[in-house]
Nanobody
Framework: QLQLVESGGGFVLAGGSMRLSCAAS????????MAWHRQAPGKQRELVAS???????DYAASVKGRFTISRDIITKTGNLQMNSLKPEDTAVYYC???????????WGQGTQVTVSS
């Protein structure tokens, strides 16, 4: 079993910064990747950023250059640093971990990020 708990969401002005954290607990043999997704009201969920077991990262074109995904293996914590935030970044952000023999998807509860101008 693996549980994910997110924190760091809230309100921020356009142009500001925010850091989201995802704390993992439980035991599992291997973690293949972790990622952050987001979903705005009336919009389809989209992949924002990901990092694989080797540390390689990938970003959606809309956030590239502004967001940075990272992980801490020792503390079992994932982070998403968000800079130069825009109103269109407003969404519920979800932490996602792919782990285990069958690459099962584990999800956090989601945290609201609201960017206002």
């Amino acid at each position: 079993q693996l549980q994910l708990v997110e924190s760091g969401g809230g309100f921020v002005l356009a142009g500001g910064s925010m850091r989201l954290s995802c704390a993992a607990s439980g035991s599992i043999s291997s973690i293949h990747a972790m990622a952050w997704h987001r979903q705005a009201p009336g919009k389809q969920r989209e992949l924002v950023a990901s990092i694989d077991s080797g540390g390689s990262t990938d970003y959606a074109a809309s956030v590239k250059g502004r967001f940075t995904i990272s992980r801490d293996i020792i503390t079992k914590t994932g982070n998403l640093q968000m800079n130069s935030l825009k109103p269109e970044d407003t969404a519920v952000y979800y932490c996602n971990v792919v782990a285990g023999l069958y690459r099962y998807n584990y999800w956090g509860q989601g945290t609201q990020v609201t960017v206002s101008s």
